[in-house]
């Protein structure tokens, strides 16, 4: 499973991906990453010799991007970027490309918050949702936004698996967090260190 990976900033979930799915075989070498602009995914790239390019993209000039899709040929897209994609491309990489849409509403004190991983359509954030994450808002401001950050990581590991087929379940039990599909892995395998290595990458 070759993967695409595009990026605008400090890119959190690459270093997730990177440091854990490619290891553990869920894609085949390292993922090709697309950025708009140079920022800390493009540095982490750097750093760990993943290959990716930097490139000016436009909704008027999709060519260039284009271009470096089909010479990847990714199975899917991870699409965290800052840009809104043009009706071609989505329709050239129709159900390829997949997008992590956080609910981030502490401000306004909600009672649960959470993360979709959904296909990427014409309309923003119209696409067909594939995978969720519900969180209750408990505990201090950035307890929750590390609960937000790491179940948005376990939904693009959990879309991977769910698309490329994978059957077993894994029975996750936790009051607080809630999945669906379940998840198809133990959570528990990324343990404290994993996320301290993800902050210092």
Avoid at 39 to 56: H, Q
Avoid at 87 to 104: A, C, P, V, W, Y
Wanted: charged share 25%; hydrophobic share 40%.
């Amino acid at each position: 499973m070759n993967i695409g990976f595009f990026v605008s900033g400090n890119e959190g979930n690459l270093k997730f991906f990177y440091e854990v799915l490619e290891k553990r075989g869920v894609c085949e070498g390292n993922p090709y990453v697309v950025a708009d602009r140079d920022c800390l995914a493009t540095s982490f790239c750097k750093k760990r010799k993943i290959p990716y390019s930097v490139i000016s993209y436009s909704r008027e000039s999709p060519r260039e991007l284009q271009s470096i899709l089909h010479k990847i040929n990714p199975s899917f897209i991870i699409t965290n970027w800052y840009k809104i994609f043009d009706k071609e491309t989505g329709q050239l990489f129709s159900r390829k490309m997949i997008n992590l849409h956080f609910k981030d509403a502490l401000e306004k004190r909600c009672q649960f918050l959470g993360a979709t991983v959904h296909w990427v359509e014409d309309i923003v954030d119209s696409g067909e949702i594939i995978a969720q994450s519900v969180i209750v808002n408990e505990g201090g401001f950035r307890q929750i936004l590390g609960k937000i950050f790491r179940s948005g990581c376990f939904l693009l590991l959990n879309t991977l698996l769910i698309l490329r087929g994978e059957s077993a379940l894994y029975q996750f039990q936790d009051k607080n967090i809630f999945f669906a599909p379940k998840l198809k892995f133990d959570p528990l395998i990324f343990n404290k260190s994993v996320w301290d290595k993800i902050k210092e990458t």
